[in-house]
């Protein structure tokens, strides 16, 4: 009794390491009472500096008897950027990938979105009729250059680019006295989004896995050129001054980044909408074969069970996968439900997109890499907006904001870029399988080279598996052979090309046909060995034989990645 009984709310920090990787409790103020409910984004002052930090409200509930409280400073948005089933799926993330909450957070927003507190210095009654007033109240050639920088300015900038440009002593100092002097006023603003049209880029000249290792194996030591580094290995460009503003670094990280190598530069031109100037001719559906008949019927009749199923869709090359998608997706949608279409990074070329877009017009938005901060928030508004009910992507677009879910296809599912290669290393196929049970949706899993795994499941009951055996224009199917090298070496050929490959790039070429061999794996040979003994190089660390490069005459581990000189 006599409690002030203002409402709580938890937060989890975004950025945090392990050690603050937990919720705390924060009051919320009357005037923001109707703003904080969870998903939504707020400022609050943390630790003995009371430092201000982004945090992502997870729970509002009553305040009861606790006491003590530090108060939310802000709400960063009007709206919640996390629904309800979102929270839930990063509490489930956080558990299954040992991952921190903000770690599974961070998959479920579009880069860029980060909020950044910051101070900006506003000149007190800022028009030209007080502007003498004010030079009468100076005192010294410091707060005049101060003043000068401001008025430049259109009587406002920030405080770090304030100090940053204005290089003198005691700057603090002087503020201070300025704003005791009631000439300039300080305020605490932020910001979050991308807002140029051109802008100076950033891009990675490795890949992800390779910074990983780097980062991994402690070549890369400082958490500044560590946050650059992670930024970029989840898009393909980044305006530099975004990693500068929202990544907390300076610009000299960057330009060391790039004086050592790992990155490059390039200004581009910031495209909103990926699909502007681009028109889709309307496609309409294609009369089924009759193996795409059943498979249709049976997932329309599990459709209209509206439970949860997971589907293997296993069909030849050609035979009309993408065509079942399609007919199932109008399906979906015309149950007043929305879809996921999840390819690899590889497939999304503008043919893909062309028939999504061709079929659905503007109810597509796309989620892929090659999007630039601005294309790709924007993307994302439209979903979480509800103005588009299908999102074709790679393997983030999992996480897409869809609100009534009733469809999640995975296409070639197979491909081991479904599964992440950085924290959290989560597999799409996991995420959409909780996202799915949860909706009482259809998973459905299309290859035509299932993984084992999926095959397995398949086969034994575990999952529904649907067969596609013809091609869908009844084009004749490749001729393949199998060559066994242990007859040919028996008879004599000591090459590594089979009597009968040979036989056929010698006809092709007398035919002024072409060929093409494709080598499955790296290096010049696969193990070195000696002839007298049979001894075999193996790795150290692994006692697996190590490849021969020819190139640089090494020997590599291509697990562990040991290099060796070539034994002589």
């Known amino acids: ?34 703003k904080i409910e969870p998903g939504v984004r707020v400022i609050v002052p943390f630790g003995r500096a009371n430092a201000l930090k982004e945090a992502f409200v997870i729970d509002v509930f009553d305040r009861g008897t606790v006491e003590g409280l530090k108060t939310i400073k802000k709400a960063a948005d009007e709206k919640p950027v996390l629904s309800k089933e979102m929270i839930e799926l990063a509490s489930w993330m956080k558990e299954r990938y040992i991952c921190t909450y903000y770690d599974a957070i961070k998959c479920m927003l579009p880069a860029g979105t980060k909020v950044k507190a910051y ?32 008025v430049k ?60 290792d780097l980062i991994e194996s402690n070549k890369i030591k400082r958490i500044q050129q560590i946050k650059v580094l992670e930024i970029l290995m989840e898009s393909e460009y980044v305006p530099v001054q975004d990693i500068i503003k929202f990544e907390g670094v300076s610009p000299s990280v960057v330009n060391t980044l790039k004086r050592y190598g790992y990155i490059d530069f390039k200004e581009i031109e910031v495209k909103r909408d990926p699909f502007s100037g681009r028109t889709y001719n309307k496609t309409e559906p294609l009369e089924p074969t009759a193996e795409q008949k059943v498979a249709l019927q049976t997932l329309r009749e599990q459709k209209d069970k509206k439970q949860f199923a997971e589907y293997l869709l296993h069909g030849i090359t050609g035979s009309g996968k993408t065509e079942i998608y399609l007919q199932l997706i109008q399906y979906t949608l015309e149950k007043g439900e929305q879809a996921i279409v999840l390819v690899p990074e590889i497939s999304l070329t503008p043919q893909m997109i062309d028939r999504f877009k061709g079929r659905f017009g503007d109810q597509v938005a796309v989620l892929h890499s ?75 899993l299309g290859s035509a080279t ?27 199917l490749p001729k393949v052979e199998i060559i066994d090298m242990r007859e040919e070496l028996k008879k004599g050929n000591r090459t590594v090309f089979s009597r009968q490959l040979s036989a056929e ?60 000189s070539y034994p002589k």
């Open 1 to 34: 009794e006599g409690l002030n009984m203002a409402k709580i709310a938890s937060v989890v920090l975004s950025n945090s390491t392990r050690e603050f990787d937990k919720e705390y409790y924060y009051e919320i103020p009357e005037e923001l009472a109707n």
């Open 119 to 150: 101070k900006t210095v506003y000149l007190k009654n800022c028009n030209e009729s007080f502007i003498d007033k004010i030079y009468e109240k100076i005192t010294d050639e410091n707060e005049k250059l101060i003043i000068d920088y401001i």
């Open 153 to 212: 300015n259109d009587f406002k900038c920030q405080l770090d680019e304030l100090k940053a440009n204005i290089n003198i002593k005691s700057f603090s100092k002087i503020i201070k006295r300025l704003v005791e002097k009631e000439l300039i006023d300080i305020r605490e603003e932020y910001a979050t989004g991308v807002k140029e049209k051109y802008v100076k880029v950033a891009y990675s000249l490795f890949s992800p896995e390779a910074i990983t």
């Open 370 to 444: 090659r999007l630039s901060l601005g294309e790709r928030y924007d993307q994302w508004r439209l979903i979480k907006e509800g103005k588009v009910n299908v999102v074709i992507g790679a393997r983030s677009a999992v996480f897409a904001p869809l609100e009534n879910i009733g469809l999640i296809i995975i296409d070639e599912e197979h491909e081991t870029s479904y599964k992440s290669e950085i924290t959290p290393k989560y597999s799409a196929h996991e995420i959409a399988r909780y996202i799915c049970k949860r909706k009482n949706a259809i998973l459905l």
């Open 450 to 476: 299932p993984s084992v795994e999926t095959y397995y499941k398949a086969v034994t009951g575990e999952i529904g598996l649907l067969t596609l055996k013809e091609r869908a224009n009844k084009m004749i």
């Open 505 to 564: 790039i010698e006809k092709n070429i007398l035919a002024g046909q072409q060929t093409i061999l494709l080598l499955n794996r790296r290096g010049y040979s696969p193990f070195v060995l000696c002839r007298d003994c049979g001894y075999v190089v193996k790795c150290r660390n692994c006692d697996i034989s190590l490849t021969y490069h020819s190139k640089e005459n090494v020997l590599k581990c291509h697990y562990c990645g040991e290099t060796r």
